[in-house]
């Protein structure tokens, strides 16, 4: 690429018009010059090849993708990651930010996908090594997307609770029982507390397990257990399928009694999400297969928090991640990160929805996962912290409403724990609180 072709795919950003154009932020290493390799990521993205041979045109003007900023952070001897073949001479490690206009793909989640995570860049020339860190969208394109049609403040209502993190269990064990002992213990954790009793992600519409006989059993126990309580209680069903029964098993989970779904977002689609959305009657909950997969190398794939927008983008209510602790392999910052996607107010009229870190949860964890989120609005998401309580589900359940109660009074959860045996037990079990 010549300099004067370099130079169409850069652009002061106070020179652009800041409402037709996604804010892409990318760390990539380069051999080679990185002007150069910049203006390849934006090319290959967005117009490639920007004029037809022997036509005076120039499409750059208004379809390239613009490198807004651009940092050479360092030299390194080789790439973050060993290649085939080898890259030879210096790599520089650095970062850009680009404006890309969205006339290019309109608001279509496949065609904005296709252009910021697809061959143009992760193909372009001299560029081994990227990663997509994090996307930002103007007000114009928003506008397009219903986002969460319940959201925080809706799924508050729904479950009649304000003033306290929303209690999610996932029935354990996660693939293995019928649908009459799986029922049972849904019903005795919402007897002891729990918010929302959830299938596993790995729990679809299965012989053993139909999704129609559970929902109708499920739907049932949650009706008794709102009696017994007086508290509304939801059911989680999952309707993980091909695109074209998602319809179809929506109605039949809501028909037969759960009020809110749970999708497995970049394994069916978010396009297929959004399309479910305009005709959800309840919430929709996201869980996270695949994302790790693209996410967890430090240096190459894309951020997780670019799906997390992209998930809220899309309609869904709650967003499952990757929580805290050593099991996730997710950093601290990477979580609140994702957190923080959630909810940010910046994101047009689209609602916020609920973020829920999990993994290896329970009454021993709630409250260092509460301090380091700062705040009530997520859920909390334990299975074995519940399901496998020695004192049975509802004990279990009972045990994250004690802890949070400890924590509502500046008590030391370890102290509460002395007059609450299902507190007590739940430590005993799963370890000291932190």
């Known amino acids: 690429m010549q300099a004067a072709d370099i130079d169409g795919f850069f652009a002061d950003i106070r020179q652009l018009a800041a409402e037709d154009y996604l804010l892409l932020e990318y760390y990539f290493e380069c051999s080679g010059e990185p002007e150069q390799a910049a203006a390849h990521l934006c090319s290959e993205q967005s117009t490639a090849q920007w004029k037809r041979v022997d036509v005076d045109e120039d499409y750059r003007p208004r379809h390239a993708a613009k490198v807004v900023d651009l940092c050479v952070e360092s030299q390194l001897k080789t790439p973050s990651y060993a290649l085939d073949p080898p890259v030879g001479g210096p790599v520089h490690a650095c970062r850009a930010r680009i404006a890309h206009p969205h006339r290019n793909f309109g608001p279509r989640l496949p065609n904005l996908i296709s252009a910021v995570l697809g061959e143009g860049a992760y193909f372009a020339p001299g560029i081994p090594i990227v990663k997509l860190l994090d996307i930002a969208f103007p007000a114009s394109f928003l506008a397009h997307f219903q986002g969460p049609g319940f959201g925080v403040v809706g799924l508050r209502e729904l479950l009649q609770v304000q003033d306290r993190p929303l209690l999610f269990g996932v029935i354990k064990p996660n693939i293995g029982l019928h649908p009459e002992p799986f029922a049972e213990l849904?019903?005795?954790?919402?007897?002891?507390?729990?918010?929302?009793?959830k299938d596993d992600e790995m729990l679809a519409d299965v012989d053993w397990s139909p999704l129609a006989r559970r929902a109708e059993l499920l739907g049932a126990a949650r009706r008794r257990a709102e009696a017994a309580t007086g508290m509304p209680k939801m059911y989680l069903a999952n309707i993980t399928d091909e695109v074209?029964?998602?319809v179809e098993l929506h109605d039949q989970a809501v028909a037969r009694g759960a009020n809110a779904v749970m999708i497995n977002a970049l394994p069916v689609g978010l396009s297929a999400v959004r399309m479910l959305r305009r005709h959800a009657q309840v919430p929709l909950v996201a869980h996270f297969p695949f994302i790790a997969a693209c996410s967890r190398l430090p240096n190459y794939g894309v951020h997780s928090r670019?799906?997390?927008?992209?998930?809220r983008l899309a309609g869904f209510d709650v967003v499952i991640m990757p929580g805290f602790g050593d099991r996730m392999m997710t950093s601290e910052a990477e979580v609140l990160e994702n957190i923080s996607a959630c909810l940010?107010?910046?994101?047009?009229?689209?609602?916020?929805c609920l973020p829920v870190p999990g993994g290896s949860d329970s009454a021993a964890t709630l409250e260092a996962v509460y301090r380091k989120i700062g705040h009530v609005d997520f859920g909390f998401v334990p299975g074995r912290g519940v399901f496998s309580h020695p004192m049975g589900p509802r004990g279990g359940a009972a045990s994250l409403c004690q802890a949070w109660q400890a924590i509502q009074a500046g008590v030391p959860v370890a102290e509460h724990a002395r007059q609450c045996p299902e507190l007590r037990a739940a430590l005993a079990t799963f370890?000291?609180?932190g």
């Not at 670019?306 to 998930?311: A, E, G, R």
């Open 244 to 246: 074209d029964r998602l």
């Open 306 to 311: 670019v799906f997390t927008k992209l998930q």
């Open 344 to 352: 940010d107010p910046g994101f047009g009229d689209i609602a916020p």
């Open 186 to 197: 849904a019903h005795e954790a919402w007897l002891g507390g729990l918010d929302i009793a």
């Open 431 to 433: 370890g000291k609180p």
